[in-house]
């Protein structure tokens, strides 16, 4: 096979080399290993190791395609291809390839070196059968992309993350057939460039916006049943929202079910608890939340909660929110508070013969600790005492309870104030 003059590798030669039958133990019948065929039901070579039909060939230092009858031999059967990690420069080639896979629904260009190369006009037709389109951290440039989802009509997913992108440049065809936009990890700061991909991408259920540095959210109320119409589910996360109105305006978007805002700089100084319940409260339709489900049960503790934490806040303060739902639920009371923290100690009736004392108990201590404790109050080496724990919210009801392994924490039995510690001698 050939291999490129300037010291790169083809297509044809990684698959050669990765897929050829001297590398792999192979049968002519049943059992373990690659089966060589005669009459192939995978690649129509004849003779020749059957290639999958999902093609993984990332980080094989690929930079041309190669013997073009030689791509449509090995891969016309091929509907899923990954090239990431790669050293391709150039579209033509890329192209090349493409013509001779008919197939393709799926195809992977990440960490390929793309910046500067563009397309001649009319050479992208043979991205047209295309579903999946992933180009992270190629830096594809806007022109280069809509050039591609003009001639894919039926691209579903289309990836764009860590291409530095940091304005959108508007095509004037929009591409109505994309569902899910992943641009992550990009320098989006304004809301208007974001507002721009629902004008390109206007049937968009799915939108990542993770890790931009997006200030706000500036969207007039009838705005985004035009702009968005058939967003569903958002990802915001370690995005630079800082205020609870920009987390209000997700409510105009018509169709949104589905939010992810961790790591954003409004919720910084609230609890996980209250970061939940607060959000919750003020996105009224969205049924999952940061990947967990928005039960009915949740969604009102949640609204009580706001109503609650909000409750004695300065009436210009107030959320818009809380007047909608204090109208549902009425001025709640507090919450009891109830402290759950174990005890450390508790306050006892030590027994011994004719005499009870009271008796301050500390629960970290072991039975061995307590029997050196009352060494001196009983008058009795551990070793000659027997103590027992008698619960009194029992009313005598079990017998005394033998505190006779040393190494046992006293917490471990439930002591509770106005229990008693009985005292008595060892007999000999």
Same mark, same amino acid.
């Given at each position: 096979?050939?291999?490129?003059?300037?010291?790169?590798?083809?297509?044809?030669?990684?698959?050669?080399?990765?897929?050829?039958?001297?590398?792999?133990?192979?049968?002519?019948?049943?059992?373990?290993?690659?089966?060589?065929?005669?009459?192939?039901?995978?690649?129509?070579?004849?003779?020749?190791?059957?290639?999958?039909?999902?093609?993984?060939?990332?980080?094989?230092?690929?930079?041309?395609?190669?013997?073009?009858?030689?791509?449509?031999?090995?891969?016309?059967?091929?509907?899923?291809?990954?090239?990431?990690? %790669? =050293? &391709?420069?150039? #579209?033509? +080639?890329?192209? /090349?390839?493409?013509?001779?896979? $008919?197939? *393709?629904?799926? @195809?992977? !260009?990440?960490?390929?070196?793309?910046?500067?190369?563009?397309?001649?006009?009319?050479?992208?037709?043979?991205?047209?059968?295309?579903?999946?389109?992933?180009?992270?951290?190629?830096?594809?440039?806007?022109?280069?992309?809509?050039?591609?989802?003009?001639?894919?009509?039926?691209?579903?997913?289309?990836?764009?993350?860590?291409?530095?992108?940091?304005?959108?440049?508007?095509?004037?065809?929009?591409?109505?057939?994309?569902?899910?936009?992943?641009?992550?990890? %990009? =320098? &989006?700061?304004? #809301?208007? +460039?974001?507002? /721009?991909?629902?004008?390109?991408? $206007?049937? *968009?259920?799915? @939108?990542? !916006?993770?890790?931009?540095?997006?200030?706000?959210?500036?969207?007039?109320?009838?705005?985004?049943?035009?702009?968005?119409?058939?967003?569903?589910?958002?990802?915001?996360?370690?995005?630079?929202?800082?205020?609870?109105?920009?987390?209000?305006?997700?409510?105009?978007?018509?169709?949104?079910?589905?939010?992810?805002?961790?790591?954003?700089?409004?919720?910084?100084?609230?609890?996980?608890?209250?970061?939940?319940?607060?959000?919750?409260?003020?996105?009224?339709?969205?049924?999952?939340?940061?990947?967990?489900?928005?039960?009915?049960?949740?969604?009102?503790?949640?609204?009580?909660?706001?109503?609650?934490?909000?409750?004695?806040?300065?009436?210009?303060?107030?959320?818009?929110?809380?007047?909608?739902?204090?109208?549902?639920?009425?001025?709640?009371?507090?919450?009891?508070?109830?402290?759950?923290?174990?005890?450390?100690?508790?306050?006892?009736?030590?027994?011994?013969?004719?005499?009870?004392?009271?008796?301050?108990?500390?629960?970290?201590?072991?039975?061995?600790?307590?029997?050196?404790?009352?060494?001196?109050?009983?008058?009795?080496?551990?070793?000659?005492?027997?103590?027992?724990?008698?619960?009194?919210?029992?009313?005598?009801?079990?017998?005394?309870?033998?505190?006779?392994?040393?190494?046992?924490?006293?917490?471990?039995?439930?002591?509770?104030?106005?229990?008693?510690?009985?005292?008595?001698?060892?007999?000999?």
């Amino acid at each position: 096979m050939e291999s490129d003059e300037r010291g790169g590798r083809t297509l044809v030669q990684v698959i050669s080399e990765k897929y050829s039958p001297d590398n792999f133990p192979y049968c002519r019948g049943s059992g373990v290993g690659v089966v060589i065929r005669s009459s192939p039901q995978g690649s129509p070579v004849k003779d020749r190791l059957n290639l999958p039909r999902i093609l993984v060939l990332d980080g094989c230092g690929i930079t041309q395609a190669g013997d073009e009858e030689e791509v449509a031999a090995f891969c016309s059967h091929v509907v899923e291809l990954d090239l990431s990690h %790669n =050293q &391709l420069k150039d #579209w033509g +080639e890329i192209c /090349k390839i493409l013509s001779n896979i $008919p197939n *393709l629904d799926f @195809l992977n !260009l990440s960490m390929n070196p793309l910046r500067g190369s563009c397309l001649e006009a009319g050479a992208a037709e043979v991205f047209s059968g295309l579903r999946r389109l992933v180009l992270t951290n190629t830096h594809v440039t806007w022109n280069m992309v809509h050039t591609l989802t003009r001639e894919t009509p039926e691209l579903e997913e289309l990836f764009l993350c860590l291409n530095e992108f940091e304005s959108v440049s508007v095509s004037s065809v929009p591409c109505p057939s994309l569902r899910l936009l992943h641009i992550t990890d %990009n =320098q &989006l700061q304004e #809301w208007v +460039e974001v507002r /721009k991909l629902g004008l390109m991408y $206007p049937g *968009l259920v799915s @939108l990542i !916006l993770a890790n931009n540095s997006l200030s706000s959210i500036h969207e007039p109320e009838d705005s985004p049943q035009r702009v968005f119409p058939n967003l569903r589910s958002i990802n915001l996360h370690n995005t630079g929202l800082a205020r609870w109105e920009d987390i209000l305006k997700l409510n105009f978007f018509p169709k949104l079910q589905e939010v992810r805002v961790q790591g954003i700089p409004l919720l910084q100084p609230y609890t996980d608890h209250e970061r939940r319940f607060l959000t919750i409260a003020q996105l009224p339709s969205i049924t999952v939340l940061n990947g967990s489900v928005v039960t009915d049960g949740e969604r009102e503790d949640a609204e009580r909660f706001f109503v609650r934490y909000y409750l004695d806040c300065p009436e210009d303060e107030l959320p818009q929110r809380y007047q909608t739902l204090l109208a549902r639920y009425g001025r709640l009371a507090p919450l009891a508070e109830v402290d759950l923290r174990p005890l450390s100690s508790v306050q006892v009736d030590l027994r011994c013969g004719d005499h009870t004392d009271p008796l301050d108990l500390r629960l970290d201590q072991t039975v061995a600790d307590l029997k050196k404790q009352l060494k001196a109050v009983v008058q009795l080496p551990p070793n000659k005492m027997r103590v027992y724990y008698i619960d009194r919210q029992l009313g005598y009801a079990l017998e005394p309870q033998e505190l006779k392994y040393g190494g046992r924490a006293l917490h471990s039995y439930s002591i509770r104030d106005g229990d008693e510690i009985l005292v008595v001698p060892k007999m000999q």
